[in-house]
């Protein structure tokens, strides 16, 4: 299975910006599909964005054209670039990796946004 660790997490103001990282500890490059959830105090895990190994690229609706997700394979990296960031962003960020049918999950990472 692989390990995944996510950082970059904070505290920013409304507007603000913010870049999570998620590194692997094998090749992205093995693995077909990584993508970010969220999940804030008292809600369900919600998707966020999904990047395949051939650059497919999808967005929830509630982030499209203010976050970017992007995967360098050579740096065995997986980013989600925030911006404009909103109050209803707080949330703990999770990256996830699937591979041979199996789902691999971070620790996760604390995103604040409060003035």
């Known amino acids: 299975q692989v390990q995944l660790v996510e950082s970059g997490g904070g505290l920013v103001q409304p507007g603000g910006s913010l870049r999570l990282s998620c590194a692997a500890s094998?090749?992205?490059?093995?693995?077909?599909?990584m993508g970010w959830y969220r999940q804030a105090p008292g809600e369900q895990r919600e998707w966020v964005a999904t990047?395949?190994?051939?650059?497919?690229?999808n967005y929830a609706d509630s982030v499209k054209d203010r976050f970017t997700i992007s995967r360098d394979n050579a740096q065995n990296t997986l980013y989600l670039q925030m911006n404009n960031l909103k109050p209803e962003d707080t949330a703990v960020y999770y990256c996830?990796?699937?591979?041979?049918?199996?789902?691999?999950w971070g620790q996760g990472t604390q995103v604040t946004v409060s003035s």
């Open positions: 990047i395949t190994i051939r650059g497919t690229i």
């Open positions: 094998g090749s992205t490059d093995s693995i077909p599909v």
């Open positions: 996830y990796g699937i591979k041979d049918f199996d789902v691999s």
